[in-house]
């Protein structure tokens, strides 16, 4: 397995190795890495680290979390040995002393990421967070100003509720979380003034309060732009929480058709469909929204103002605001790549038994898991 990224890069948080932005793909380094090829199952991306949940066998209790970037808001765990962490390092969320057997069985299901701080759920059932939650990104109830940053994961208190609920599914925006349970009820903590988290409209939320669904609404998926929040219903019912800006909300469908994904940057919506076509509305000044000419798409990736997709064809494309690198090389004088795509990965310079297996994207960063053909 090899993993290759691009795009801002100042605080390490590609994992490359260094800290300088690059716009043509590098190999992510991994300290200790697992004799077994990686497979990224999910990527979560905060203002200036990164998370990558990875599988390194068949088995799902395989899976682990990697954390690379800036270490100084406590959002890469206990054993960053600097303030910046330029490869990808095992997330140490528990000091080792401290460690009880229930921790140490556990399997990583889950991952997002605000600007400072992180999110772990385990086994679909028990959410940590860590880092920095000066507008409640922590989910901890009322903190004191000392433990507002914490390197050590805590669990959230009392979450999910009783009732045997599990998640299914977390994102996370700039300040909030949103968090999807089992049986359709909501979740969401950190930043709220937008709406994002439902109403009432506050400037924060510090524990976990439950969002107020329609009747008969019951979601299966949630996202999180920079300052709302987009859930699906099993019926392809689409509710925006916030997201008067861009015309998040005005715009909106109201019920989605044959999709299979659906992501959110910080100022747009994208959903792609059985047919490889993408749906996306919002925010385009850089070119954010899909070209015109976009050929089918396989699986893609939304970071906070670029798109980064896998064809069809095998070949991964990129678009949007790139001035950082991280849509490949050839942004214009603004440092977009707009009404058009770039390539930044062909199946034509991959060897046969291997394949491109996934991508992901963050906060102008974008990346390529290769992966053995029969992965």
Not at 28 to 42: G, H, K, M, V, Y
Not at 76 to 87: F, T
Not at 92 to 101: S, Y
Not at 163 to 171: I, K, L, R, S
């Amino acid at each position: 397995m090899a993993l290759y990224a691009l795009g801002s890069n100042g605080n390490g948080q590609l994992g490359v190795g260094h800290c300088d932005d690059i716009s043509v793909p590098q190999p992510s380094l991994f300290a200790s890495p697992p004799s077994q090829p990686l497979r990224i199952l999910a990527a979560a991306c905060g203002g200036n680290h990164s998370l990558m949940l990875v599988q390194t066998s068949p088995s799902p209790s395989s899976a682990r979390v990697y954390c690379a970037g800036l270490a100084t808001a406590g959002a890469c765990g206990l054993n960053s040995p600097a303030d910046k962490v330029a490869n990808f390092r095992p997330l140490m969320l528990f000091p080792a002393d401290a460690v009880d057997a229930e921790d140490l069985a556990a399997t990583p299901s889950h991952v997002a990421a605000t600007w400072d701080a992180s999110v772990v759920v385990f086994d679909s059932c028990r959410v940590y967070t860590l880092g920095t939650g000066s507008r409640g990104e922590l989910g901890l109830g009322a903190l004191s100003a000392e433990i507002l940053r914490s390197p050590s994961a805590t669990r959230v208190p009392n979450f999910p509720p009783p009732g045997n609920a599990c998640v299914v599914d977390v994102a996370a925006g700039m300040a909030h979380v949103l968090v999807v349970l089992s049986g359709g009820r909501v979740f969401g903590w950190g930043a709220a003034r937008k709406g994002q988290l439902g109403e009432p409209a506050v400037a924060s939320v510090a524990a976990p309060r439950e969002v107020s669904l329609p009747a008969g609404f019951s979601a299966v998926r949630g996202v999180a732009g920079k300052e709302f929040s987009v859930l699906l219903s099993a019926a392809g019912e689409v509710l925006v929480l916030g997201g008067e800006k861009w015309g998040i909300k005005e715009a909106a469908p109201a019920v989605l058709q044959d999709s299979v994904d659906i992501c959110a940057g910080w100022g747009n919506v994208y959903v792609l469909h059985a047919d490889g076509k993408i749906t996306a509305w919002g925010r385009n000044d850089h070119g954010q929204l899909p070209p015109k000419d976009l050929p089918p798409i396989e699986r893609m990736a939304i970071g906070s103002e670029h798109a980064v997709c896998l064809t069809k064809d095998q070949d991964v494309v990129s678009w949007g605001w790139g001035e950082h690198g991280n849509c490949g090389p050839g942004a214009d004088e603004a440092g977009d790549v707009k009404g058009r795509f770039n390539v930044i990965a062909s199946h034509e310079h991959v060897p046969a038994s291997l394949k491109i297996g996934s991508v992901a994207a963050g906060c102008a960063t974008s990346w390529v898991n290769i992966v053995p053909i029969d992965m």
